[in-house]
């Protein structure tokens, strides 16, 4: 049995019972929930913002796990701690001042952390590891769930494990994008301990059991 944190992706959940999905992942041991943040500007693509993340923060104890695809993340910190997010992640592609912005997250008690894109060196997270929480990895292009997974993220994952070890640090390393029932093994032997799975979950016939199975990996 592989020690991991599963991330559902809400992106690909059916919003007519959003609660009862979550309450539905939450129940088969799902212990953090992935929340999408798209603005048709840092992605090609819009999702669900402050609004939607404060009404199901009503329904759920579950860890809101709130990935920013947003330009200029500093703009919205605050509002997106207030609204329920435990853990933040900002983009360093997207951001001017990122030692900045995560001074930012860290003064709102939340959890803080960094994502880069596939065609994002993993040496641009170094200088930052000892300040965060997580370091999320795309293993595909943002904007889009349902995308094949980028083969090459796993050298990545497997070097900023080896970083983390030889340096003592203890922050989480969550890998994003096209991660399935075929492939999870590989991502977690890579190094990598918390795995989102958007379309693999939120997509399946039964989505109570697919999460256990993922569980029992
Ligand atoms: C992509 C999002 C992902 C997406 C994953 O821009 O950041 O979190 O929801 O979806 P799947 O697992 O379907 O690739
Ligand atoms: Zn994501």
């Known amino acids: 049995l592989l020690m991991y944190i599963l991330a559902p992706s809400m992106l690909a959940a059916d919003f ?6 979550i309450k539905i992942v939450e129940e088969a041991g799902a212990k953090y929930l992935h ?4 603005d048709g500007d840092f992605v090609p693509n819009l999702s669900f913002g402050v609004p939607v993340i404060q009404s199901i923060r ?3 104890g579950i860890v809101f796990d709130v990935h920013l695809m947003i330009s200029k993340p500093e ?3 605050e509002a997106f701690a207030k609204a329920g ?8 592609e997207a951001s001017q001042d990122i030692n900045k912005v995560i001074t930012q997250i860290k003064n709102t008690g939340k959890k803080a ?14 200088e930052y590891c000892h300040l965060l929480d997580m370091v999320l990895l795309m293993s595909v292009h943002p904007g889009f769930g349902g995308q094949k997974f980028i083969g090459s993220s796993l050298d990545k994952a497997a070097r900023l494990r080896e970083y983390a070890v030889k340096n003592d640090l203890r922050f989480d390393i969550e ?8 492939n999870v093994e590989d991502v977690i032997k890579s190094g990598v301990n918390v795995i989102v799975a958007g379309s693999s979950v939120f997509g399946a016939n039964n989505i109570n059991q697919t999460v ?3 569980l029992n990996i």
């Open 16 to 21: 007519t019972v959003l609660g009862e999905q």
């Open 35 to 38: 929340i999408d943040v798209m």
């Open 58 to 60: 009503k329904c759920s």
């Open 75 to 77: 703009r919205y910190i």
């Open 85 to 92: 997010a435990d853990i933040i992640t900002v983009h360093a």
């Open 113 to 126: 952390s960094l994502s880069i894109n596939p065609d994002t060196p993993v040496e641009t997270v170094f």
């Open 175 to 182: 890998m994003d994008g096209g991660i399935s029932l075929e």
């Open 212 to 214: 256990k199975e993922f």
